[in-house]
């Protein structure tokens, strides 16, 4: 089995612009009322996201409700938050690795759910959620991949851009449920495939699969592995690029979202404080001090 695995490239903090939570897309100035939400989704219960935090600094996050093929039902949503804010706070973290359960990766919102958020206001509500908690999952300083077996639809195709294996399928099948992408996943796509691109997958609601995703640029890497070892696979693959200490992985993932997410100006100015908290750190020292030759 072919594994495609989607590296996302990275995206930082910048410091000085977003370094807390109060900082996120939306707050009660957008009209977004969390607690109001999040009441009306905990009614919706079942699944849930686990998260597991390894020694070497690699946390898996798995999307787990395989009875509806990891479908998000309200519950998972909150923990989904949840989740990215204790990732937010691990000071030894360098990767991590997104996966759903039983080998398919995620069939979009639970369509419970989905039938009994049934105002406009209520699902923008719940859009504003999942834009919140997945820019959070991508700006955390972890250098992190989304590994996809099975299907990953609908809002599962939003989750994080993608990672594929070969019988795997991406599809943003919104279009044929009256919808658009709701949880940022356009405006995600356009920035990795282009807006020509977003818009045959949108419009076409096409299944993309793992050779057309690396043609696209959607999947970075391919790995063959068998069912059983893919999560191994994907640890090994994640490994490449989370050698050295927590502090400098971070501040490498932070230079890169900063640049990525800001102007010019910001963005220099946030690399050059990102670059003060490790000049003179001890990766730093240790490496002046081993006079490392780089092979
Ligand atoms: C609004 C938008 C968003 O949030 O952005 C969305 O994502 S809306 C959701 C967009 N996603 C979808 O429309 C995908 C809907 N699901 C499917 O197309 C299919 O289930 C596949 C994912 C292709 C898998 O088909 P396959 O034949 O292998 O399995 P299956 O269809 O028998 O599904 C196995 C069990 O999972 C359940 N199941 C699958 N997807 C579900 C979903 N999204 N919500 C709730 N239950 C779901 C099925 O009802 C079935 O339960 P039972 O065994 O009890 O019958």
Redesign the pocket.
């Known amino acids: 089995m072919g594994i495609f695995l989607w590296r996302r490239t990275i995206s930082t903090l910048n410091i000085r612009w977003l370094h807390c939570r109060c900082l996120t897309l939306y707050n009660s100035s957008h009209g977004y009322d969390e607690v109001k939400i999040k009441e009306k989704l905990s009614r919706f219960k079942g699944g849930s996201i686990n998260l597991s935090k390894m020694d070497n600094g690699i946390a898996e996050l798995c999307i787990n409700n395989p009875?509806?093929?990891n479908?998000f039902t309200g519950t998972m949503m909150i923990e989904l938050e949840e989740r990215i804010s204790d990732l937010e706070s691990w000071h030894d973290g360098k990767g991590l690795i997104v996966y759903g359960a039983e080998n398919t990766f995620c069939?979009?919102?639970?369509?419970?759910a989905?039938k009994a958020i049934s105002t406009p206001q209520e699902g923008m509500m719940m859009c504003m959620l999942m834009q919140n908690t997945l820019t959070r999952l991508q700006r955390l300083p972890l250098i992190s991949l989304a590994f996809i077996q099975g299907?990953a639809?609908?809002?599962?195709a939003?989750l994080p851009q993608l990672v594929i294996s070969d019988e795997s399928e991406v599809r943003f099948?919104?279009k044929q449920?009256g919808?658009v992408?709701?949880?940022g996943g356009a405006a995600r796509l356009i920035e990795i495939i282009g807006s020509r691109h977003a818009l045959k997958l949108l419009s076409g609601s096409l299944r993309v699969n793992p050779v057309h995703a690396l043609e696209l640029g959607l999947a970075d890497d391919i790995i063959s592995t068998g069912v059983d070892d893919s999560l191994l696979e994907a640890h090994k693959w994640i490994m490449q690029y989370t050698k050295g200490s927590a502090d400098v992985n971070q501040a490498v993932k932070k230079v890169i979202t900063s640049g990525r997410e800001n102007i010019l100006a910001d963005a220099l100015r946030a690399e050059k404080e990102i670059f003060g908290n490790v000049w003179g750190g001890p990766a730093n020292l240790q490496a002046l001090a081993k006079g490392t030759k780089h092979k």
């Open positions: 009875a509806r093929m479908a069939s979009g919102s639970d369509l419970n989905v299907k639809l609908g809002g599962g939003e099948v919104h449920m919808l992408p709701g949880w």
